[in-house]
């Protein structure tokens, strides 16, 4: 795993560790890739496997509503 470091431009740095995908998305294998529970993991410095993850194709209103849910009391 690496690490990296950013600036919120007031000087305090965030650090964020780079993880990669479980699995890519291949909607025509039926396979929805983590690519958004993997970058919200590494934003917030958890586990990828931390992140909630739908194997169901979802419209975008009904991730942000899973996401919103999960992210809430983080």
Do not use: K
């Given at each position: ?5 950013i ?68």
């Amino acid at each position: 795993m690496y690490e990296y470091a950013i600036s919120d431009g007031e000087g305090t740095r965030t650090d964020l560790r780079r993880q990669l995908q479980s699995f890519p998305h291949r909607p025509d294998e039926g396979i929805q890739g983590d690519c958004y529970a993997t970058a919200i993991a590494c934003v917030l410095g958890r586990p990828r496997d931390d992140v909630p993850h739908s194997h169901e194709e979802l419209s975008s209103q009904e991730v942000n509503e899973q996401m919103d849910a999960w992210l809430g009391p983080q």
